[in-house]
């Protein structure tokens, strides 16, 4: 007879690694969009500070990744993509901006346009290289630049209507410069480049071994009948320029996280040697579903409009405010100055408002590298019109110190 082993069951507690670790990004902490977050859950506040919208996702849309999963799409996408999403993202910029870019060698799908920056910063940053970034910045480029050992350089834009200081940037350059990160439509300013500022880039970086990564996630979110101005309309910064999209900031669905690079050959092929690595693939049938969808353009050209209704909404009803309604041409966010009302800085402004009055924002502050403090908070109007006029009343509420 096999006599039982007897197992003896103890509660312990996981002690902590007691070596020696040196943090590659020491100054980040928890960001500030999971924090304004966490406040809103906590007081039951309207949450306008995290950018991503309260009303559905279009049925059809849904429908299409149902029926893709349902066909058994279900498995690894090609490292590249789809070749129907790559096609059919190849079609829409030959159309929408004349650009040719080739469906299997310079188009990659991504999970998300956050993998898609953080890959192309990893593809070509080094040890010392320096990259310039324009303030206030996503909060995604400056720690995928530092985690991958280079310096990071900040040229400030310039308040209020946060425009680049084209006098400053070539003073910024040297050497050591490898990588210009533009952003337009611009968050969290919503600000846009013009012609002028993108052939200012292009004569900047003539004959010379710098890269642009253009994160263009909000191209169809742009208002007052102004012309994006993609970074593929100038063929001489085209060549050097990694062009970076979303699909979730398109069709209203985040969470999806299916985003898109495209770029020269050359370009792309160390692109794809680190996008394997990273994640490999990004979600199937959503891939398919995308791809069907973008055979109607009707998806995706009335979008300006459709935002724009929001923000002129939004900014209607706080006209008689005290606060100040700032210039937004693009994205979904709207920069209101509170300086009227509290001399507080923009940090301690937005908890007090989340916390008192039930209305989460963004400092812009935390935007910035140095915490610049212009009392602006950002807020976000890709919400439903009950969800705005609710938010409204109470902020035109708040009076005057």
Not at 6 to 27: A, C, D, R, Y
Request: with cysteine.
């Amino acid at each position: 007879m096999v006599k039982k082993s007897t197992f003896v069951s103890k509660l312990w507690h996981m002690e902590s690694f007691n070596g020696t670790i040196t943090s590659k990004l020491p100054q980040t902490g928890t960001s500030v969009f999971a924090v304004m977050s966490q406040l809103a859950r906590e007081h039951n506040a309207i949450n306008l500070s995290q950018g991503f919208p309260d009303f559905p996702v279009s049925e059809e849309l849904i429908d299409l990744v149902h029926y893709y999963m349902r066909k058994g799409y279900n498995q690894y996408a090609p490292m590249q993509g789809v070749p129907e999403l790559r096609t059919a993202l190849s079609q829409m910029f030959q159309k929408n901006y004349g650009a040719r870019y080739d469906a299997d060698k310079e188009i990659n799908i991504t999970a998300g346009a956050t993998q898609a920056l953080f890959t192309a910063i990893s593809a070509f940053i080094r040890e010392g290289d320096e990259a310039i970034i324009f303030e206030p910045a996503y909060d995604s480029y400056a720690p995928a630049v530092l985690t991958n050992g280079g310096m990071v350089k900040y040229a400030s834009l310039q308040f209020p209507d946060f425009s680049i200081n084209w006098d400053e940037l070539p003073r910024m350059i040297t050497s050591r410069t490898r990588l210009i990160i533009i952003n337009s439509p611009h968050n969290p300013t919503g600000s846009i480049l013009s012609d002028e500022d993108m052939l200012r880039l292009e004569r900047i970086t003539r004959n010379t071994d710098i890269l642009i990564i253009s994160d263009e996630v909000y191209e169809h979110l742009i208002f007052d009948n102004i012309k994006h101005q993609s970074v593929c309309l100038y063929p001489e910064l085209a060549s050097r320029s990694l062009l970076i999209g979303s699909f979730g900031k398109t069709f209203h669905a985040t969470g999806w996280k299916t985003g898109f690079v495209l770029a020269p050959e050359n370009l792309m092929n160390e692109f794809r040697k680190v996008h394997q690595f990273v994640v490999f693939a990004g979600n199937t049938p959503i891939q398919y579903a995308v791809a069907n969808y973008l055979q109607n353009a009707d998806h995706y050209k009335n979008l300006g409009s459709f935002f724009q209704q929001k923000r002129d909404l939004f900014a209607q009803a706080l006209k008689n405010s005290a606060f100040k309604i700032l210039p937004c041409h693009g994205t979904y966010f709207q920069l209101l100055d509170y300086s009227n009302l509290s001399q507080l800085p923009e940090m301690e402004f937005a908890r007090w408002l989340v916390q008192e009055h039930k209305i989460a924002a963004i400092p812009v502050s935390s935007f910035y590298q140095r915490k610049e403090n212009h009392q602006v908070l950002r807020f976000c109007f890709a919400k439903t019109e009950e969800t705005l006029l609710e938010a409204t009343a109470v902020l035109s509420q708040l009076k005057t110190e």
